[in-house]
């Protein structure tokens, strides 16, 4: 059975704060990537992954970076948490091939007061 | 500005009958189009999806139509079930995906 998990369900942060979310996926998947979800506006995506240490920008990259050490893990991080990052965060991987393969977490609430 | 639309926030429907849900685009370079089922506290899942050379795919109650000259697609379910209960959400392809806003499908029993 396919997985990625993700480090925590619900987080509350205070502005200003740095912000570490975390993604694990089991499946030997290539690619990996951060979406934001908000109501009205759907998933949009943040940073993505296509090999260890290789990271791109998004529809949305301002205020986030990322890491991917390893090729199971890829780390979200908010520098300096504001108000307007409060979303749900989504992870989700895949392998090169169809998009079909792409497997999301269960996401992340994050409330920044 | 969106590039992938679903108008309708919402839909509800009895069960046994058919749903309907649309999604609109604006980008001509979108060649691949999917959908993905969202239940409460989990991430979304793939449904079905149509390469932009058919008009049509089916996979059992599901059926997804594209019309490319209207930039629109749609997914039809028949016949609904309590089960299917989720928010849907149109997914088109370039270079990454690109979501609509989704659609929160009841289906009342």
């Known amino acids: 059975d396919v997985k990625v998990t993700q480090s925590s369900r619900y987080l509350v942060k205070r502005t ?3 912000v570490f979310l975390e993604c694990v996926q089991d499946m030997d998947h290539e690619n990996m990537f951060w979406y934001r ?3 009205g506006l759907g998933l949009r995506l943040i940073y993505f992954s296509y090999d260890v240490k290789m990271k791109e920008k998004g529809d949305i990259p301002e205020g986030y970076s990322v890491s ?3 090729k199971e893990r890829f780390s979200l991080i908010l520098e300096s948490a ?3 990052q409060t979303s749900m965060y989504l992870c989700a991987s895949r392998t090169s091939g169809g998009w079909e393969t792409q497997y999301f977490g269960p996401g992340t609430r994050l409330l920044v007061l | 500005d969106q590039q992938v639309k679903q108008n309708s926030p919402s839909l509800s429907v009895q069960e046994g009958r058919i749903s309907i849900l649309n999604c ?4 001509s370079m979108f060649d691949y189009f999917l959908w993905y089922k969202k239940y409460p ?3 979304p899942t793939f449904l079905i999806s149509i390469s932009s050379i058919k008009d049509k795919n089916e996979d059992g109650r599901f059926t997804v139509f594209l019309n490319k000259s209207a930039k629109h697609l749609s997914l039809h379910i028949v016949p609904s079930q309590p089960g299917d209960s989720a928010v849907y959400f149109c997914a088109a392809v370039a270079r990454q995906l690109t979501f609509g806003s989704g659609t929160q499908l009841t289906v009342l029993p």
């Not at chain 2, 609109?24 to 980008?27: A, F, I, K, L």
């Open chain 1, 16 to 18: 200003g704060e740095k």
């Open chain 1, 37 to 39: 979800q908000d109501p």
């Open chain 1, 68 to 70: 991917r050490e390893k």
């Open chain 1, 82 to 84: 504001s108000t307007n």
């Open chain 2, 24 to 27: 609109d685009y604006t980008n």
């Open chain 2, 41 to 43: 506290a989990e991430g």
